[in-house]
């Protein structure tokens, strides 16, 4: 493992952990966007089902279970914890799962390394990992009052895959057969995704004001 | 030397 994937993993690790801490401390889940929690339990429970037939590494199975766990976590807190629901914002939050599950879904099972379950789920992953912060972008721009935490924790998502496009040029580099088209390119739709985000944290960083994004 | 199986990434 390089150091560009570990500090990839650990920054993807760190985001979930801030996200985790505001709702389990403030007890509050303002500003979140519950249908994108929701795409990314999906999307680690379609892309870590290999977790009971394939072991990589003892690394990688506390990894996923972390990730798994986390993921369903959060969709608990805000579903179901009594306090942490009421600062739900239903109405703010209103872009549709579906508009961005079938697409990924159809195209999975026509572009893909191989035509089995296990990979077309994996490839479906990938898909939807790609564009499941559009849902929290979305609420961001919406509400335009972001607090801290829920400005750190995106940055830290789109870091996460920042690091991981570096991570894949390092081992293409440095590893014979290291070619996987497929989720590059999903990879790094999902990073440009974040640029006019970053755009603004870096702006309201450097002002040292409040995170707002353009109506 | 082919590919080994399954995705090592997380």
């Known amino acids: 493992m390089n150091i560009f994937r570990l500090a990839g993993d650990m920054t993807h690790l760190a985001s979930v952990l801030v996200l985790l801490l505001k709702i389990h401390t403030i007890k509050s889940c303002a500003g979140v966007s519950l249908k994108t929690q929701e795409l990314y339990a999906l999307v680690f429970a379609t892309r870590y089902l290999d977790i009971f037939f394939n072991f990589v590494s003892f690394y990688n199975t506390i990894m996923k279970l972390i990730f798994l766990g986390s993921s369903f976590s959060i969709v608990w807190y805000i579903r179901r914890h009594r306090i942490v629901r009421r600062s739900y914002d239903k109405d703010q939050d209103t872009f549709r799962h579906l508009f961005l599950l079938l697409p990924c879904l159809l195209l999975a099972l026509v572009i893909n390394e191989r035509f089995t379950f296990k990979e077309v789920l994996w490839t479906f992953s990938l898909y939807l990992e790609a564009v499941a912060i559009l849902p929290q972008l979305v609420l961001l721009q919406r509400t335009r ?6 400005g750190q924790y995106v940055f830290l998502l789109g870091a996460y895959r920042a690091l ?5 040029i390092y081992r293409y580099f440095t590893e014979e057969h290291y070619v996987h088209w497929i989720t590059w390119i999903a990879g790094t739709i999902q990073t440009l995704l974040y640029g006019d985000f970053f755009y603004y944290y870096f702006q309201s960083w450097k002002n040292n004001v409040r995170l707002e994004l353009p109506a | 030397d082919s590919e080994p199986e399954g995705h090592d990434e997380l």
């Open chain 1, 164 to 168: 991981y496009i570096l991570n894949w």
């Open chain 1, 145 to 150: 009052n972001i607090d801290n935490l829920t």
